[in-house]
Protein backbone atom coordinates (compact mmCIF):
# COMPACT_ATOMS: atom_id res chain seq x y z
CA UNK A 1 0.00 0.00 0.00
CA UNK A 2 1.38 3.69 -0.68
CA UNK A 3 0.94 5.96 1.92
CA UNK A 4 -1.77 8.10 -0.14
CA UNK A 5 -3.93 4.58 0.17
CA UNK A 6 -3.14 4.16 3.92
CA UNK A 7 -3.93 7.85 4.09
CA UNK A 8 -7.17 7.58 2.15
CA UNK A 9 -7.96 4.62 4.18
CA UNK A 10 -8.07 5.17 7.58
CA UNK A 11 -7.55 8.95 8.53
CA UNK A 12 -10.25 11.50 9.09
CA UNK A 13 -8.98 14.70 7.72
CA UNK A 14 -10.12 18.07 8.80
CA UNK A 15 -11.46 20.73 6.57
CA UNK A 16 -11.47 18.95 3.69
CA UNK A 17 -14.19 17.43 1.06
CA UNK A 18 -14.73 13.80 2.65
CA UNK A 19 -15.82 12.51 -1.00
CA UNK A 20 -13.13 14.05 -3.13
CA UNK A 21 -10.99 12.98 -0.89
CA UNK A 22 -11.93 9.61 -1.60
CA UNK A 23 -11.31 10.22 -5.06
CA UNK A 24 -8.55 12.20 -5.11
CA UNK A 25 -5.99 11.43 -1.93
CA UNK A 26 -4.05 13.58 -0.53
CA UNK A 27 -1.07 15.19 -0.85
CA UNK A 28 1.79 14.05 1.57
CA UNK A 29 4.29 16.23 2.38
CA UNK A 30 7.70 14.70 3.33
CA UNK A 31 10.01 17.74 3.68
CA UNK A 32 11.21 21.24 4.58
CA UNK A 33 13.48 23.76 4.36
CA UNK A 34 13.10 27.27 4.67
CA UNK A 35 10.13 28.29 2.50
CA UNK A 36 10.24 24.90 0.74
CA UNK A 37 7.83 21.85 0.99
CA UNK A 38 8.68 18.29 -1.01
CA UNK A 39 6.25 15.85 -1.34
CA UNK A 40 6.41 11.82 -1.93
CA UNK A 41 6.77 11.88 -5.28
CA UNK A 42 10.13 14.36 -4.60
CA UNK A 43 7.81 16.94 -6.15
CA UNK A 44 8.58 20.78 -4.66
CA UNK A 45 6.52 23.53 -3.93
CA UNK A 46 7.17 27.21 -2.53
CA UNK A 47 4.75 27.34 0.40
CA UNK A 48 3.23 30.72 0.59
CA UNK A 49 1.29 30.09 3.55
CA UNK A 50 3.84 28.93 5.82
CA UNK A 51 1.61 25.81 6.52
CA UNK A 52 -1.11 27.50 8.14
CA UNK A 53 -0.18 30.91 8.65
CA UNK A 54 2.42 29.65 11.39
CA UNK A 55 5.50 28.39 10.15
CA UNK A 56 7.61 31.90 10.64
CA UNK A 57 11.05 30.89 10.90
CA UNK A 58 10.69 28.68 8.49
CA UNK A 59 10.87 24.52 7.69
CA UNK A 60 13.66 22.52 9.07
CA UNK A 61 15.15 24.59 11.93
CA UNK A 62 18.03 23.02 13.43
CA UNK A 63 17.93 24.88 16.76
CA UNK A 64 14.39 24.10 17.28
CA UNK A 65 15.17 20.35 16.81
CA UNK A 66 18.18 20.72 19.35
CA UNK A 67 16.12 22.66 22.39
CA UNK A 68 13.09 19.66 21.45
CA UNK A 69 15.51 17.21 22.23
CA UNK A 70 17.21 18.78 24.82
CA UNK A 71 13.83 19.51 27.10
CA UNK A 72 12.76 16.04 26.48
CA UNK A 73 16.07 14.21 28.02
CA UNK A 74 15.61 16.73 31.06
CA UNK A 75 12.38 16.71 31.60
CA UNK A 76 10.02 15.90 28.64
CA UNK A 77 6.42 16.37 30.57
CA UNK A 78 4.93 17.16 33.50
CA UNK A 79 1.72 19.22 34.48
CA UNK A 80 0.94 22.14 36.32
CA UNK A 81 -2.36 21.30 37.95
CA UNK A 82 -2.44 22.26 41.61
CA UNK A 83 0.51 24.64 42.17
CA UNK A 84 2.60 22.01 40.06
CA UNK A 85 5.31 24.03 37.79
CA UNK A 86 8.04 23.60 35.06
CA UNK A 87 10.91 25.70 34.44
CA UNK A 88 10.48 27.24 30.76
CA UNK A 89 6.87 27.45 31.20
CA UNK A 90 7.29 30.32 34.28
CA UNK A 91 10.03 31.78 31.80
CA UNK A 92 7.36 31.88 28.98
CA UNK A 93 5.18 33.51 30.86
CA UNK A 94 7.63 36.32 32.15
CA UNK A 95 8.82 36.44 28.85
CA UNK A 96 5.03 36.88 26.96
CA UNK A 97 3.91 39.57 29.53
CA UNK A 98 6.97 41.66 28.91
CA UNK A 99 6.42 41.29 24.87
CA UNK A 100 2.86 42.35 25.36
CA UNK A 101 0.58 45.62 24.86
CA UNK A 102 -0.62 47.45 27.55
CA UNK A 103 -0.99 45.92 30.88
CA UNK A 104 -1.28 42.24 31.32
CA UNK A 105 -0.84 40.81 34.02
CA UNK A 106 -0.97 36.44 33.60
CA UNK A 107 -0.50 33.76 31.41
CA UNK A 108 -2.78 30.89 30.63
CA UNK A 109 -1.59 28.06 28.19
CA UNK A 110 -3.77 25.33 25.93
CA UNK A 111 -2.35 24.00 23.19
CA UNK A 112 -4.70 25.04 20.26
CA UNK A 113 -5.87 28.81 18.53
CA UNK A 114 -9.43 26.59 19.24
CA UNK A 115 -9.05 26.07 22.93
CA UNK A 116 -7.62 29.36 24.50
CA UNK A 117 -10.24 31.00 22.63
CA UNK A 118 -12.98 28.87 24.43
CA UNK A 119 -10.89 29.57 27.26
CA UNK A 120 -11.49 33.26 26.83
CA UNK A 121 -15.07 32.90 27.14
CA UNK A 122 -14.75 30.96 30.08
CA UNK A 123 -12.79 33.54 31.98
CA UNK A 124 -15.05 36.63 30.88
CA UNK A 125 -18.28 34.10 31.85
CA UNK A 126 -16.28 33.54 34.91
CA UNK A 127 -14.83 37.29 35.48
CA UNK A 128 -18.87 38.23 35.07
CA UNK A 129 -19.84 35.50 37.39
CA UNK A 130 -17.62 36.91 40.31
CA UNK A 131 -18.74 39.79 40.10
CA UNK A 132 -22.04 39.25 40.34
CA UNK A 133 -23.48 39.74 37.37
CA UNK A 134 -24.36 36.50 35.84
CA UNK A 135 -26.19 37.53 32.90
CA UNK A 136 -23.74 39.39 30.98
CA UNK A 137 -22.56 36.93 28.53
CA UNK A 138 -23.24 37.25 25.30
CA UNK A 139 -20.28 37.50 22.52
CA UNK A 140 -20.32 39.91 19.59
CA UNK A 141 -18.18 38.65 17.12
CA UNK A 142 -17.72 40.01 13.35
CA UNK A 143 -18.71 38.82 10.08
CA UNK A 144 -15.65 37.03 8.04
CA UNK A 145 -14.15 36.38 11.25
CA UNK A 146 -12.25 32.93 12.19
CA UNK A 147 -11.59 31.88 15.88
CA UNK A 148 -11.20 28.05 15.93
CA UNK A 149 -13.66 25.47 15.62
CA UNK A 150 -14.38 23.97 19.11
CA UNK A 151 -18.30 24.59 19.99
CA UNK A 152 -17.87 27.99 21.41
CA UNK A 153 -14.95 28.93 18.80
CA UNK A 154 -16.57 27.77 16.25
CA UNK A 155 -19.24 29.72 17.25
CA UNK A 156 -17.91 32.91 17.05
CA UNK A 157 -16.82 32.33 14.08
CA UNK A 158 -18.07 34.83 10.95
CA UNK A 159 -18.05 32.28 8.02
CA UNK A 160 -21.29 30.31 7.51
CA UNK A 161 -19.49 27.68 6.43
CA UNK A 162 -18.06 26.98 9.75
CA UNK A 163 -21.58 26.04 11.22
CA UNK A 164 -23.50 23.90 8.38
CA UNK A 165 -24.17 20.36 10.20
CA UNK A 166 -23.19 21.71 13.17
CA UNK A 167 -25.91 23.42 14.85
CA UNK A 168 -23.65 26.49 15.36
CA UNK A 169 -23.75 29.12 15.99
CA UNK A 170 -24.28 29.19 19.85
CA UNK A 171 -27.21 31.45 20.80
CA UNK A 172 -24.71 33.92 22.82
CA UNK A 173 -23.07 34.93 20.05
CA UNK A 174 -23.54 37.68 17.71
CA UNK A 175 -22.41 39.04 14.85
CA UNK A 176 -21.38 42.54 13.33
CA UNK A 177 -20.01 43.40 9.43
CA UNK A 178 -16.46 43.34 9.24
CA UNK A 179 -14.67 46.34 8.01
CA UNK A 180 -14.21 44.77 4.52
CA UNK A 181 -13.74 48.31 2.24
CA UNK A 182 -14.41 46.49 -1.02
CA UNK A 183 -17.84 45.43 -0.17
CA UNK A 184 -19.03 47.23 2.96
CA UNK A 185 -18.24 50.71 2.17
CA UNK A 186 -20.46 52.74 0.53
CA UNK A 187 -20.53 54.66 -2.91
CA UNK A 188 -19.28 58.05 -1.85
CA UNK A 189 -18.46 57.02 2.22
CA UNK A 190 -15.72 58.46 3.56
CA UNK A 191 -13.44 56.17 5.58
CA UNK A 192 -14.30 58.40 8.47
CA UNK A 193 -18.16 57.67 7.52
CA UNK A 194 -17.89 54.07 7.53
CA UNK A 195 -15.70 53.47 10.63
CA UNK A 196 -18.63 55.36 12.66
CA UNK A 197 -21.25 53.07 10.61
CA UNK A 198 -19.71 49.86 11.66
CA UNK A 199 -19.29 51.52 15.28
CA UNK A 200 -22.66 52.38 15.44
CA UNK A 201 -23.51 48.96 14.44
CA UNK A 202 -21.98 47.58 17.00
CA UNK A 203 -23.82 50.11 19.28
CA UNK A 204 -26.70 49.57 17.89
CA UNK A 205 -26.78 45.81 18.59
CA UNK A 206 -25.39 46.08 22.27
CA UNK A 207 -28.79 48.31 22.90
CA UNK A 208 -30.60 46.17 21.38
CA UNK A 209 -29.35 43.14 23.46
CA UNK A 210 -29.39 45.16 26.58
CA UNK A 211 -25.46 46.39 27.30
CA UNK A 212 -26.45 44.27 30.78
CA UNK A 213 -26.35 41.41 28.66
CA UNK A 214 -23.15 41.59 26.84
CA UNK A 215 -19.99 40.37 28.10
CA UNK A 216 -17.33 40.80 25.61
CA UNK A 217 -15.92 41.47 21.34
CA UNK A 218 -13.67 39.13 19.80
CA UNK A 219 -11.88 40.35 16.48
CA UNK A 220 -8.08 39.78 14.87
CA UNK A 221 -6.54 42.84 14.39
CA UNK A 222 -6.22 41.59 10.22
CA UNK A 223 -8.88 39.06 10.11
CA UNK A 224 -6.90 36.46 8.09
CA UNK A 225 -8.97 33.26 6.69
CA UNK A 226 -11.93 35.58 6.41
CA UNK A 227 -9.68 37.21 3.48
CA UNK A 228 -6.67 39.28 5.16
CA UNK A 229 -9.15 42.30 6.15
CA UNK A 230 -7.15 44.72 6.94
CA UNK A 231 -8.86 47.91 9.41
CA UNK A 232 -8.67 51.80 8.43
CA UNK A 233 -6.51 52.96 11.61
CA UNK A 234 -9.62 54.84 13.14
CA UNK A 235 -11.71 51.41 12.90
CA UNK A 236 -10.78 49.91 16.97
CA UNK A 237 -10.24 53.06 18.41
CA UNK A 238 -13.47 54.16 17.79
CA UNK A 239 -15.14 50.08 18.14
CA UNK A 240 -13.78 50.69 21.74
CA UNK A 241 -15.52 53.81 22.62
CA UNK A 242 -18.54 51.85 22.14
CA UNK A 243 -17.04 48.54 24.10
CA UNK A 244 -15.84 51.09 26.79
CA UNK A 245 -19.31 52.94 27.00
CA UNK A 246 -20.79 49.66 27.87
CA UNK A 247 -18.31 47.83 29.73
CA UNK A 248 -17.54 45.31 27.06
CA UNK A 249 -14.34 43.10 27.41
CA UNK A 250 -12.04 43.03 24.37
CA UNK A 251 -10.94 40.04 23.19
CA UNK A 252 -7.95 40.08 20.42
CA UNK A 253 -7.48 37.40 18.49
CA UNK A 254 -3.94 37.18 17.35
CA UNK A 255 -3.17 33.54 16.52
CA UNK A 256 -2.32 34.77 12.96
CA UNK A 257 -0.87 38.72 13.91
CA UNK A 258 1.03 37.49 16.71
CA UNK A 259 4.74 37.67 16.88
CA UNK A 260 5.60 39.50 13.90
CA UNK A 261 3.36 38.70 11.03
CA UNK A 262 2.72 42.27 10.77
CA UNK A 263 6.28 43.92 11.37
CA UNK A 264 5.20 44.31 15.18
CA UNK A 265 4.86 42.02 17.77
CA UNK A 266 1.45 41.85 17.80
CA UNK A 267 -1.14 43.49 15.23
CA UNK A 268 -2.96 45.39 18.44
CA UNK A 269 0.46 47.75 18.32
CA UNK A 270 -0.41 48.58 14.55
CA UNK A 271 -4.26 49.39 14.81
CA UNK A 272 -4.62 51.22 18.14
CA UNK A 273 -6.31 47.92 19.65
CA UNK A 274 -6.14 48.06 23.65
CA UNK A 275 -7.24 44.24 24.35
CA UNK A 276 -8.03 43.32 27.99
CA UNK A 277 -7.49 39.64 26.90
CA UNK A 278 -5.11 38.26 24.16
CA UNK A 279 -5.03 35.14 21.90
CA UNK A 280 -2.03 33.31 20.57
CA UNK A 281 -0.84 30.33 19.61
CA UNK A 282 0.79 29.25 15.72
CA UNK A 283 3.43 31.82 15.84
CA UNK A 284 4.53 31.81 19.14
CA UNK A 285 6.17 28.20 18.35
CA UNK A 286 6.13 28.97 14.43
CA UNK A 287 4.00 25.51 14.94
CA UNK A 288 7.12 23.07 15.69
CA UNK A 289 4.65 22.36 18.92
CA UNK A 290 1.17 22.92 19.70
CA UNK A 291 0.98 25.98 21.94
CA UNK A 292 -1.59 28.35 22.47
CA UNK A 293 -1.92 31.12 25.39
CA UNK A 294 -4.51 33.25 26.74
CA UNK A 295 -2.81 36.82 27.94
CA UNK A 296 -4.76 38.26 30.90
CA UNK A 297 -5.03 41.77 31.70
CA UNK A 298 -4.12 43.34 35.65
CA UNK A 299 -7.89 44.51 35.99
CA UNK A 300 -9.43 41.25 34.84
CA UNK A 301 -7.04 38.77 36.48
CA UNK A 302 -7.74 40.67 39.96
CA UNK A 303 -11.47 39.99 39.44
CA UNK A 304 -10.73 36.44 38.29
CA UNK A 305 -8.39 35.50 41.23
CA UNK A 306 -10.74 36.55 43.85
CA UNK A 307 -12.95 33.87 42.40
CA UNK A 308 -10.81 31.88 44.46
CA UNK A 309 -13.59 33.07 47.59
CA UNK A 310 -16.49 32.22 45.95
CA UNK A 311 -15.47 29.34 44.18
CA UNK A 312 -12.64 27.67 45.41
CA UNK A 313 -10.05 25.70 42.81
CA UNK A 314 -10.14 27.23 39.50
CA UNK A 315 -11.25 24.48 37.73
CA UNK A 316 -9.85 24.48 33.59
CA UNK A 317 -7.02 23.22 32.12
CA UNK A 318 -5.69 20.61 30.14
CA UNK A 319 -3.15 17.94 30.69
CA UNK A 320 -0.60 19.43 28.15
CA UNK A 321 -1.65 22.97 29.51
CA UNK A 322 1.93 24.79 29.94
CA UNK A 323 3.68 21.53 28.27
CA UNK A 324 7.43 21.99 28.79
CA UNK A 325 8.55 20.99 25.44
CA UNK A 326 6.08 23.42 23.98
CA UNK A 327 7.80 26.11 25.74
CA UNK A 328 11.19 25.38 25.47
CA UNK A 329 10.28 25.34 21.56
CA UNK A 330 8.61 29.04 21.87
CA UNK A 331 11.08 30.42 24.29
CA UNK A 332 13.92 29.13 21.24
CA UNK A 333 11.29 30.13 18.46
CA UNK A 334 11.32 33.98 20.58
CA UNK A 335 14.85 34.29 20.68
CA UNK A 336 15.73 32.59 16.77
CA UNK A 337 12.82 36.01 16.14
CA UNK A 338 14.69 38.40 17.99
CA UNK A 339 18.58 37.37 17.27
CA UNK A 340 17.89 37.74 13.49
CA UNK A 341 16.09 40.25 13.67
CA UNK A 342 12.33 38.47 11.95
CA UNK A 343 9.89 40.68 12.50
CA UNK A 344 11.82 43.73 10.80
CA UNK A 345 12.68 41.27 7.91
CA UNK A 346 9.01 40.39 7.91
CA UNK A 347 8.38 43.59 7.25
CA UNK A 348 10.33 44.36 4.69
CA UNK A 349 9.99 40.89 2.70
CA UNK A 350 5.65 42.25 3.53
CA UNK A 351 6.72 45.66 1.40
CA UNK A 352 7.86 43.24 -1.56
CA UNK A 353 5.50 41.02 -1.22
CA UNK A 354 2.77 44.01 -1.91
CA UNK A 355 5.11 45.61 -4.38
CA UNK A 356 4.75 41.84 -6.62
CA UNK A 357 0.95 41.24 -5.82
CA UNK A 358 0.23 44.77 -6.96
CA UNK A 359 2.44 44.36 -9.96
CA UNK A 360 0.82 41.16 -10.78
CA UNK A 361 -3.01 41.48 -10.02
CA UNK A 362 -3.82 44.90 -9.57
CA UNK A 363 -5.04 45.65 -13.14
CA UNK A 364 -6.26 42.50 -13.60
CA UNK A 365 -9.82 42.58 -14.89
CA UNK A 366 -10.62 39.70 -12.36
CA UNK A 367 -9.34 41.15 -9.41
CA UNK A 368 -11.05 43.48 -7.50
CA UNK A 369 -8.69 43.87 -4.72
CA UNK A 370 -5.03 43.31 -4.10
CA UNK A 371 -4.70 44.15 -0.32
CA UNK A 372 -2.07 43.54 3.16
CA UNK A 373 -0.31 44.40 5.15
CA UNK A 374 2.80 43.33 6.51
CA UNK A 375 3.85 39.64 5.41
CA UNK A 376 0.30 38.97 5.26
CA UNK A 377 -1.53 39.55 1.39
CA UNK A 378 -4.47 38.70 -0.59
CA UNK A 379 -6.04 38.60 -4.21
CA UNK A 380 -9.67 38.77 -4.19
CA UNK A 381 -11.11 37.77 -7.51
CA UNK A 382 -14.71 39.63 -8.85
CA UNK A 383 -16.34 38.78 -12.04
CA UNK A 384 -16.70 42.35 -12.98
CA UNK A 385 -14.83 45.40 -11.65
CA UNK A 386 -17.49 47.69 -12.48
CA UNK A 387 -20.02 47.45 -11.95
CA UNK A 388 -18.69 45.30 -8.72
CA UNK A 389 -19.57 41.81 -9.30
CA UNK A 390 -18.59 39.11 -7.44
CA UNK A 391 -18.30 35.27 -8.67
CA UNK A 392 -21.09 32.89 -8.34
CA UNK A 393 -19.62 30.92 -5.47
CA UNK A 394 -20.53 27.50 -6.91
CA UNK A 395 -17.82 28.33 -9.52
CA UNK A 396 -15.08 28.51 -6.39
CA UNK A 397 -12.85 30.43 -8.56
CA UNK A 398 -10.22 31.01 -5.68
CA UNK A 399 -10.23 27.11 -4.98
CA UNK A 400 -9.85 26.73 -8.81
CA UNK A 401 -6.46 29.56 -8.76
CA UNK A 402 -5.12 27.75 -5.74
CA UNK A 403 -5.46 24.09 -7.58
CA UNK A 404 -3.64 25.69 -10.64
CA UNK A 405 -1.08 27.21 -8.61
CA UNK A 406 -0.46 24.63 -6.89
CA UNK A 407 0.27 22.17 -10.42
CA UNK A 408 2.53 24.74 -10.58
CA UNK A 409 4.72 24.28 -7.62
CA UNK A 410 3.28 27.43 -5.28
CA UNK A 411 0.89 26.22 -2.21
CA UNK A 412 -1.45 29.33 -1.68
CA UNK A 413 -4.99 28.93 0.21
CA UNK A 414 -8.37 29.74 -1.23
CA UNK A 415 -10.92 31.71 1.63
CA UNK A 416 -13.66 31.71 -0.11
CA UNK A 417 -15.93 33.91 2.31
CA UNK A 418 -13.95 36.15 -0.17
CA UNK A 419 -12.65 34.67 -2.37
CA UNK A 420 -9.39 35.25 -2.17
CA UNK A 421 -6.26 33.71 -2.42
CA UNK A 422 -3.82 34.32 0.18
CA UNK A 423 0.05 34.86 1.35
CA UNK A 424 1.73 34.09 4.64
CA UNK A 425 4.87 32.82 4.06
CA UNK A 426 8.21 32.24 6.13
CA UNK A 427 9.81 35.12 7.52
CA UNK A 428 12.71 33.66 6.33
CA UNK A 429 11.06 33.71 2.45
CA UNK A 430 13.66 35.67 0.08
CA UNK A 431 12.35 37.98 -2.13
CA UNK A 432 13.07 35.54 -5.51
CA UNK A 433 11.39 33.28 -3.97
CA UNK A 434 7.93 35.91 -3.32
CA UNK A 435 8.60 36.80 -7.04
CA UNK A 436 8.08 32.96 -8.23
CA UNK A 437 5.22 33.10 -5.78
CA UNK A 438 3.45 36.03 -7.23
CA UNK A 439 4.24 35.46 -10.82
CA UNK A 440 3.28 31.27 -10.68
CA UNK A 441 0.19 32.83 -8.94
CA UNK A 442 -0.64 34.93 -11.46
CA UNK A 443 0.01 32.29 -14.54
CA UNK A 444 -2.53 30.29 -12.54
CA UNK A 445 -5.51 33.33 -12.65
CA UNK A 446 -4.69 33.49 -16.37
CA UNK A 447 -4.85 29.64 -16.80
CA UNK A 448 -8.10 29.04 -14.78
CA UNK A 449 -9.65 32.25 -16.65
CA UNK A 450 -8.91 30.59 -20.01
CA UNK A 451 -9.97 27.61 -19.33
CA UNK A 452 -13.38 28.72 -17.72
CA UNK A 453 -13.35 31.27 -20.73
CA UNK A 454 -13.21 34.24 -18.22
N1 LIG B 1 -7.88 32.30 15.61
C1 LIG B 1 -7.39 32.65 14.41
C2 LIG B 1 -7.30 34.10 14.05
C3 LIG B 1 -6.98 31.66 13.50
O1 LIG B 1 -6.54 32.02 12.29
C4 LIG B 1 -7.05 30.31 13.90
C5 LIG B 1 -6.61 29.25 12.97
O2 LIG B 1 -6.38 29.47 11.81
C6 LIG B 1 -7.58 30.01 15.15
C7 LIG B 1 -7.97 31.02 15.99
C8 LIG B 1 -7.73 28.59 15.58
O3 LIG B 1 -6.49 28.04 15.87
P1 LIG B 1 -6.28 26.45 15.87
O4 LIG B 1 -6.44 25.98 14.45
O5 LIG B 1 -4.90 26.29 16.41
O6 LIG B 1 -7.31 25.86 16.76
Known sequence: MTIEDIDKEFFFHPFTQLREHQQHGPLTMVEGHGSTLTDTRGRTYLD?????????????NTEMAETLRAQTERLPYYHTFASMGNEPVARLAQRLIAMAPGEMSKVFFGNSGSDANDTQVKLVWYYNNVLGRPEKKKIISRRRGYHGVTVMSGSLCGLPGMHAGFDLPLPMVHFVRAPHRLWEQQEGQSEEEFVRDLADELERLILAEGPETVAAFIAEPIQAAGGVIVPPASYFPAIQEVLRR??????????????GRTGDTFGSEVFGVRPDLITVAKGITSAYVPLSACIVSAPVWDVIASGADKYGVFSHGYTYSAHPLAAAAAMTNLDIIERDGLMRQAKARGDHLAERLRAEFADHPLVGEVRGYGLLGAVEFVKSKDPLTAFDPALKMSAAVVQRARELGVISRALPASDSIAFSPPFVVTEDEIDEMAALARQALDDVARDLRL
Request: aromatic share 14%; charged share 10%.
Open 48 to 60: AMAGLWCVNIGYG
Open 246 to 259: YDVLLIADEVVCGF
